[in-house]
């Protein structure tokens, strides 16, 4: 769901419902400029790429990252925009390319009793 909160009104006017996860932990624009946003879902362990440009009728999803096995926490674009960078409920850190939607790195943090693991 996008909402404008620009106007006075502080309840914001609805703008788009988009599909997608039905909850956001967290989301982020790519850093080259602000119409592709990353939405991570902590129900569904999943990451949702979309293009949000000027006219919200044209707003889309571009990429759905699938993988995690529990709920994806936090993310963000690398600083030059290329790659995708997530963290889950899993213990796992992940690479993903945005255009694919592969993985391309997952490295375990965390093992199942808590304590600290390593790269796959």
Same mark, same amino acid.
């Given at each position: ?9 502080t309840?914001?006017t609805?703008?788009k ?14 850093p080259? !400029?602000?119409? @592709?946003?990353? *939405? =991570?879902?902590?129900a569904?362990?999943?990451? &949702?790429?979309?293009? #949000? ?12 990252f699938?993988?995690?096995e ?7 674009f690398t600083?030059? !925009?290329?790659? @995708?960078?997530s *963290? =889950? ?6 690479? &993903?390319?945005?255009? #694919? ?8 943090v ?10 796959e």
């Amino acid at each position: 769901v996008v909402y404008d909160c620009s106007a006075a009104d502080t309840a914001g006017t609805l703008v788009k419902t988009l599909e997608g996860p039905s909850d956001v932990e967290w989301c982020c624009f790519h850093p080259k !400029g602000g119409t @592709v946003l990353l *939405a =991570g879902s902590i129900a569904d362990g999943t990451i &949702w790429m979309y293009h #949000t440009p000027p006219n919200p009728n044209q707003y889309k999803c571009l990429q759905v990252f699938v993988g995690h096995e529990g709920g994806v926490t936090a993310g963000a674009f690398t600083p030059d !925009g290329k790659w @995708v960078v997530s *963290a =889950g409920q899993d213990g796992t850190i992940r690479v &993903w390319a945005p255009k #694919t939607g592969m993985s391309r790195h997952v490295f375990r943090v965390m093992d199942q009793s808590g304590g600290h693991d390593h790269q796959e």
